[in-house]
């Protein structure tokens, strides 16, 4: 069955950094579009970064340009979000989700930044 198993999250201080990675199964990975979401307490699920099927391309969201990496392997059915200087305000549960014929979202991380 499809699983999108995301892993990496944790408690860090401001300034620090943590590497998000999201294991795929039960689908064609290198097909499929892949997305970082988050969603903090009482708020809306935002987009974080998305990437093409190749890599050859990315998005994001502007509060987060400069700071975070969005990447893939489709040899290892896994895309990644390298998160570097987290700010308070990047605490959130993040998702990693597959757009392409269908729409398949992971369980999520909880990501704190906190002193």
């Known amino acids: 069955q499809v699983q999108l198993v995301e892993s990496g999250g944790g408690l860090v201080q401001p300034g620090g950094s943590l590497r998000l990675s999201c294991a795929a199964s039960?689908?064609?990975?290198?097909?499929?579009?892949m997305s970082w979401y988050r969603q903090a307490p009482g708020k809306g699920r935002e987009l974080v970064a998305r990437?093409?099927?190749?890599?050859?391309?990315?998005n994001y969201l502007d509060s987060v340009k400069g700071r975070f990496t969005i990447s893939r392997d489709n040899a290892k059915n896994t895309v990644y979000l390298q998160m570097n200087g987290l700010k308070p305000e990047d605490t959130a549960v993040y998702y990693c989700?597959?757009?392409?014929?269908?729409?398949?979202w992971g369980q999520g991380t909880q990501v704190t930044v906190s002193s």
């Open positions: 039960g689908f064609t990975f290198s097909s499929y579009a």
């Open positions: 989700k597959a757009t392409y014929l269908s729409e398949y």
């Open positions: 990437i093409t099927r190749t890599g050859s391309s990315t």
